[in-house]
């Protein structure tokens, strides 16, 4: 599964967290400071959809 990390001013992709539960991707998210107001999680981005999130290729992949 993967875990979409964006910037929860932009909606744009910060980091991809790859990993075998919820709980693995979240405590990964956590691990590496992405855990603040700054940013917000998902498991669905909508790409392209109105309020969806915007790809980016300066996206830091992690493995949880």
Do not use: H, K, Q
């Not at 709980?23 to 691990?31: F, G, M, T, V, Y």
């Not at 603040?36 to 493995?63: H, K, R």
Request: aromatic share 12%; proline share 2%.
């Amino acid at each position: 599964m993967t875990m979409y990390v964006y910037d929860a001013d932009s909606m744009v992709v910060v980091a991809e967290i790859n990993g075998d539960s919820n709980i693995a991707c979240e405590s990964a998210a956590r691990d590496n400071g992405y855990e603040d107001d700054a940013y917000g999680w998902t498991y669905s981005p909508a790409f392209g959809f109105n309020g969806g999130l915007v790809d980016s290729s300066d996206s830091v992949e992690i493995n949880a």
